[in-house]
């Protein structure tokens, strides 16, 4: 029950967030995408008891059902996976924003404050993607063709994350230039966005996220 009443309470913040970036900069693109994608992580336990279960569905995805069932609606550590995405959002909210401003300035190593988040995201989901292999191969009868494949990268759950994680750094850092762009075309001035982006900026977040996947490893090696 904690863990769930901690999914919405995340889930509020996040929508109060939205709201407060969308009456500052008047722009769907400093709200939308984020809380879109923030509540459908954190109301996942929800949304798959709701969804018409398949009756004969194919193995893989009877193997991918189990594996969902496993890792988000019967597990109340699901919100340790997706906390740190939704404080990334939380901390640009405009009264306390990392991401721009003088607490962006605030530096250690080359990193600022945005590196946590960043870090701590890269963490949960390389360790997310290492338990969803490895459930979804325990799931996944031997005789499948893919029972090999499947096990494969079972056995290697750190390769595995790290390339999700690499997959994912991709697609975030070019949405977030794409964006950028975009809400600059608009304002025609830095300081008026809340998107920011630089090219130091973006090698900072791929080292954040090259350490939170490096945590994750050790972590996962620690409790082997």
């Given at each position: 029950?904690?863990?769930?009443?901690?999914?919405?309470?995340?889930?509020?913040?996040?929508?109060?967030?939205?709201?407060?970036?969308?009456?500052?900069?008047?722009?769907?693109?400093?709200?939308?995408?984020?809380?879109?994608?923030?509540?459908?992580?954190?109301?996942l336990p929800?949304?798959?008891?709701?969804?018409?279960?398949?009756?004969?569905?194919?193995?893989?995805?009877?193997?991918?059902?189990?594996?969902?069932?496993?890792?988000?609606?019967?597990?109340?550590?699901?919100?340790?996976?997706?906390?740190?995405?939704?404080?990334?959002?939380?901390?640009?909210?405009?009264?306390?924003?990392?991401?721009?401003?003088?607490?962006?300035?605030?530096?250690?190593?080359?990193?600022?404050?945005d590196a946590?988040?960043?870090?701590?995201?890269?963490?949960?989901?390389?360790?997310?993607?290492?338990?969803?292999?490895?459930?979804?191969?325990?799931?996944?009868?031997?005789?499948?063709?893919?029972?090999?494949?499947?096990?494969?990268?079972?056995?290697?759950?750190?390769?595995?994350?790290?390339?999700?994680?690499?997959?994912?750094?991709?697609?975030?850092?070019?949405?977030?230039?794409?964006?950028?762009?975009?809400?600059?075309?608009?304002?025609?001035?830095?300081?008026?966005?809340?998107?920011?982006?630089?090219?130091?900026?973006?090698?900072?977040?791929?080292?954040?996220?090259?350490?939170?996947?490096?945590?994750?490893?050790?972590?996962?090696?620690?409790?082997?």
């Amino acid at each position: 029950m904690l863990a769930q009443l901690s999914r919405y309470g995340l889930c509020a913040a996040v929508a109060l967030a939205g709201v407060a970036n969308q009456r500052r900069y008047r722009m769907a693109t400093t709200w939308l995408p984020h809380v879109a994608m923030n509540s459908f992580a954190l109301l996942l336990p929800e949304l798959l008891r709701i969804v018409p279960r398949p009756r004969r569905p194919h193995e893989l995805v009877a193997a991918g059902l189990a594996t969902l069932d496993a890792l988000v609606c019967e597990n109340p550590r699901y919100i340790g996976y997706i906390a740190p995405l939704s404080a990334g959002y939380l901390l640009s909210h405009p009264d306390f924003n990392i991401y721009k401003g003088a607490w962006a300035e605030l530096k250690l190593a080359g990193l600022g404050l945005d590196a946590v988040p960043h870090g701590a995201t890269a963490f949960a989901l390389a360790t997310l993607s290492g338990d969803t292999i490895e459930q979804f191969a325990q799931q996944l009868p031997a005789g499948s063709p893919s029972s090999e494949l499947v096990a494969w990268w079972a056995k290697r759950p750190v390769l595995f994350g790290a390339v999700v994680v690499a997959l994912a750094t991709l697609a975030w850092e070019a949405g977030e230039y794409r964006i950028h762009l975009h809400e600059l075309a608009q304002r025609g001035d830095a300081s008026q966005i809340n998107m920011q982006w630089s090219a130091a900026d973006t090698v900072a977040d791929l080292a954040a996220n090259a350490l939170g996947c490096g945590a994750a490893a050790v972590w996962r090696q620690a409790r082997a």
